[in-house]
T-cell receptor, first 113, second 115 residues
């Protein structure tokens, strides 16, 4: 069974600061996703990471994947208020036909002025 | 660009009533998923499908049934709704391809209240 753990669950940070959200998963996964969700909205895809060492960047967000450690990180650089949202990571089981897509509990990010 | 479309968007049910949520995707994706999202609990997988005619149980399948008679549609049924099934339901689809087009796309959600 694939388990995905995110931390922290809640993050309050000042504008201009840097921070990292961590995502650990319990068993072999063939892809790792990061999503953003604004209150009352659906999930918006941010990144898909497919291989060990993969790094993707979009604006102030950068995601990386270490498959040996079963760890993905989402790094926020010089945070701005518009980044306030809940961020989810999700991993997809890679074995056999059981292509479950399992989510972490989410990190609720609040960027303070 | 329709992507993933869920119907209905809102619904109020009385305890014991039944209903079906429809998810339709136009991206020819193999995999489809139903999740429920509750405050403070993230998204929990109810059922999923790896192809037309196949379904499998996720983390919280009790009280729900699903069917995937056509590749583009994934139906979630509640046979006898209970207040504990009050939640926001999301459908998602993804492909098995590596490279481009590997994202899992989500519908807009269905807000269900059982009274």
């Amino acid at each position: 069974e694939l388990k995905v753990e995110q931390n922290p669950l809640f993050l309050s940070m000042q504008e201009g600061k840097n921070y990292t959200i961590y995502c650990n998963y319990s068993t072999t996964s063939d892809r790792l996703y990061w999503y953003r969700q604004d209150p009352g909205k659906s999930l918006e895809s941010l990144f898909v990471l497919l291989s060990n060492g993969a790094v993707k960047q979009e604006g102030r967000l950068m995601a990386s994947l270490d498959t040996k450690a079963r760890l993905s990180t989402l790094h926020i650089t010089a945070a701005v208020h518009d980044l306030s949202a809940t961020y989810f990571c999700a991993a997809r089981l890679s074995s056999g036909s059981a292509r479950q897509l399992t989510f972490g509990s989410g990190t609720q990010l609040t960027v303070l002025p | 660009n329709a992507g993933v479309t869920q119907t209905p968007k809102f619904r109020v049910l009385k305890t014991g009533q039944s209903m079906t949520l429809l998810c339709a995707q136009d991206m020819n994706h193999e995999y489809m998923y139903w999740y429920r999202q509750d405050p403070g609990m993230g998204l929990r997988l109810i059922h999923y499908s790896v192809g037309e005619g196949t379904t499998a149980k996720g983390e919280v399948p009790d009280g729900y049934n699903v069917s995937r008679l056509k590749k583009q549609n994934f139906l979630l049924g509640l046979e006898s709704a209970a207040p504990s099934q009050t939640s926001v339901y999301f459908c998602a689809s993804s492909s098995d391809r590596a490279g481009r087009g590997t994202e899992a796309f989500f519908g807009q959600g269905t807000r269900l209240t059982v009274v």
